[in-house]
Nanobody
Framework: QVRLIESGGGSGQAGGSLRLSCTSS?????????MGWFRRAPGKEREAVAR????????YYSDSVKGRFTASRDNTGNTLYLQMNTLKPEDTGMYYC????????????????WGRGTQVTVSS
């Protein structure tokens, strides 16, 4: 029932910025416990880039993006953003928005709803 649609991907320059958006539908914000951004690059395992709890003030970032990327929600709670600053070529990959809707946890294994992804390519 819950649907997630990513947008904002594309090409960026090293040192530049991109902003990804994830629009959700088919649920009320009270039914979503956590949302996050994940990425997958060739030759690498899937990485949890950023996760934001909807039940408390907790947020989590991977070491590779900490200090450069920021995840946030709009005022309606229907859209999750990922502001990506100081881009590096190693940020290249497919970025997925995901939501935990069944368990009150931001643990990666509890994300049960996934978007189709948006490609990000960063050049030197």
């Amino acid at each position: 029932q819950v649907r997630l649609i990513e947008s904002g991907g594309g090409s960026g320059q090293a040192g530049g910025s991109l902003r990804l958006s994830c629009t959700s539908s088919g649920y009320t914000t009270g039914r979503v416990f956590c949302m996050g951004w994940f990425r997958r690059a060739p030759g690498k395992e899937r990485e949890a880039v950023a996760r934001v709890s909807f039940t408390d003030t907790s947020s989590y970032y991977s070491d590779s993006v900490k200090g450069r990327f920021t995840a946030s929600r709009d005022n309606t709670g229907n859209t999750l953003y990922l502001q990506m600053n100081t881009l590096k070529p190693e940020d290249t990959g497919m970025y997925y928005c995901a939501a935990a809707t069944e368990v009150a946890s931001c643990g990666e294994r509890f994300f049960s709803v996934w978007g189709r992804g948006t490609q990000v390519t960063v050049s030197s």
